[in-house]
Nanobody, 121 residues
Framework: QAHPVESGGGPVQAGGSLSVSCAAS??????LGWFREVPGKEREFVAA????????SYGESVKGRFIVSRGIAKNTFYLNMTNLKPEDTAVYYC????????????????WGQGIQVTVSS
């Protein structure tokens, strides 16, 4: 299974905005989205967008600040991050097939290479 390619991210000051993108070569069954990881912490669900009806889901810590959308190239998704906080600093990984199991979002598809987002105070 081909891995999606991520781009974007980088350093930004607190309160600023940043975007990351994920270009998938294959369509998943449910949703494409992002998780983020910080050393020593559990992986955290960030956001996902349904492949079929563009229904969006967000983690509690990013609601109201992050928006996930789909590009003109339908296999490319974007995570637009605003009002960034130092606690948003992490490596962001996209996954091509995220499923909802009750209140839990679980990844089952291919992972991107990861993009570092660093928010300075």
């Amino acid at each position: 299974q081909a891995h999606p390619v991520e781009s974007g991210g980088g350093p930004v000051q607190a309160g600023g905005s940043l975007s990351v993108s994920c270009a998938a070569s294959e369509r998943g069954a449910y949703a494409l989205g992002w998780f983020r990881e910080v050393p020593g912490k559990e992986r955290e669900f960030v956001a996902a967008l349904s492949w079929s009806d563009n229904d969006a889901s967000y983690g509690e810590s990013v609601k109201g600040r992050f928006i996930v959308s789909r590009g003109i190239a339908k296999n490319t998704f974007y995570l637009n991050m605003t009002n960034l906080k130092p606690e948003d600093t992490a490596v962001y990984y996209c996954n091509t097939d995220i499923w909802a199991r009750g209140a839990t979002m679980s990844p089952f598809g291919s992972w991107g290479q990861g993009i570092q987002v660093t928010v300075s105070s």
